[in-house]
């Protein structure tokens, strides 16, 4: 944090953990699971999942560490704070 390339970093270092886990789940042809995905959208360390059914939460553990915090915004089901 702090350098200029923390967000190249942090972007690499995200995207390993998301496309192991992709792969795996395309491997076990779990392609209703990867449909839930086709919305979601990270911007360095903020992710947006639109209709994911709060499957993302659930599967939080097993895409990113568990030292890696991920907390949710979210006021309600209708409102959310991205980039803020």
Request: with cysteine; aromatic share 16%.
């Amino acid at each position: 944090m702090g350098t200029d390339c923390a967000p190249f970093l942090a972007n690499l270092f995200l995207f390993s953990y998301e496309f192991q886990w992709l792969n795996e789940t395309l491997k076990k042809k779990k392609f209703y699971l990867l449909q839930k995905f086709k919305n979601c959208c990270r911007y360095i360390d903020d992710l947006f999942a639109v209709n994911n059914n709060k499957i993302l939460l659930r599967l939080k553990h097993k895409i990113y560490p568990p030292e890696l915090d991920i907390t949710t915004d979210d006021e309600s089901d209708q409102h959310v704070h991205y980039l803020d």
